[in-house]
């Protein structure tokens, strides 16, 4: 029997225009499909009738996954491409697979032998790399920080020590309610002369990105309460 393939679906940022950030072969690839497997069933209905309003919300099978799920107990996701339907793998924002849960059902499917299609669509990773004008040849995605103030503080130095050594950008990300604590932070335990860039609300109306020695950020320090962003920094 032909397996499915599995599909790789962006969704936007934010609330912001389809039109502006997805090609049509994403609209079109939604439309075709009746099984997905996303990390929030609610907002990605919500997604689904968004971009194909005349789509039958009752002929759809989702499967929500979530960081907890084991990719053993995940076989039951994957049935109907086993079976030969196409499925897609729904991000709750940005590309799905990149600090996302999705990466248990992509491993899966590479070990079932099922075709992997990943679609065109917005990061807020590269987005905010692209945009720093840190070091894009040598970096590294860190994921989440410690949140103990003790053990926040040895990740910085840390991670400013390998970023000297190493001559490579790190970038991490925050809940959006703990992100002007985390700058605060990162202001307090970086160099002054350590190159941070915050990018936030990307591709949002709001949208904001800047790249400033530490020392400089002292004089105009952004609100980020609650706003989605992205920290990079280089030491130099």
């Keep these: 029997m032909k397996k499915g393939t599995l599909f790789l679906i ?14 049509e072969a994403v609209k079109q690839t939604i439309s075709n499909l009746t099984c997905f497997i996303v990390e929030n069933e609610k907002t990605a209905r ?19 996954l979530n960081k907890h799920h084991k ?38 499917a590479h070990k079932n032998d099922i075709y992997v299609k990943p679609l065109t669509g917005p990061s807020s990773l590269m987005l905010a ?9 040598k970096f590294s995605f860190e994921g989440y920080l410690p949140k103990e103030p003790a053990a926040l503080k040895r990740k910085i130095k840390q991670l400013e020590q390998l970023s000297a050594k190493n001559n490579c950008t790190k970038i991490f990300i925050e809940t959006p309610y703990r992100n002007q604590k985390l700058l605060q932070s990162l202001l307090k335990f ?13 591709t949002l109306p709001t949208e904001y990105i800047k790249t400033l020695p530490v020392k400089e950020w002292q004089k105009n320090i952004p609100d980020l309460h609650k706003r989605p962003a992205v920290f990079l920094f280089h030491a130099g």
């Design 190 to 202: 970086l160099h002054p002369a350590t190159l941070l860039c915050v990018a936030c609300d990307l």
């Design 10 to 23: 962006p969704a936007p940022l934010g609330d912001t225009s389809f039109n502006e950030i997805l090609p």
């Design 129 to 137: 790399l692209m945009s720093s004008g840190l070091n894009g040849q």
């Design 46 to 64: 919500r997604y689904i009738k968004r971009i194909c309003p005349k789509k039958d919300q009752s002929e759809l099978t989702v499967y929500q």
């Design 71 to 108: 990719s053993a107990n995940l076989l039951e996701f994957i049935t109907p491409l086993l079976q030969g339907t196409d499925m897609g793998l729904l991000s709750e924002a940005g590309l799905p697979a990149v600090a996302d849960p999705g990466n248990l059902v992509v491993t899966l």
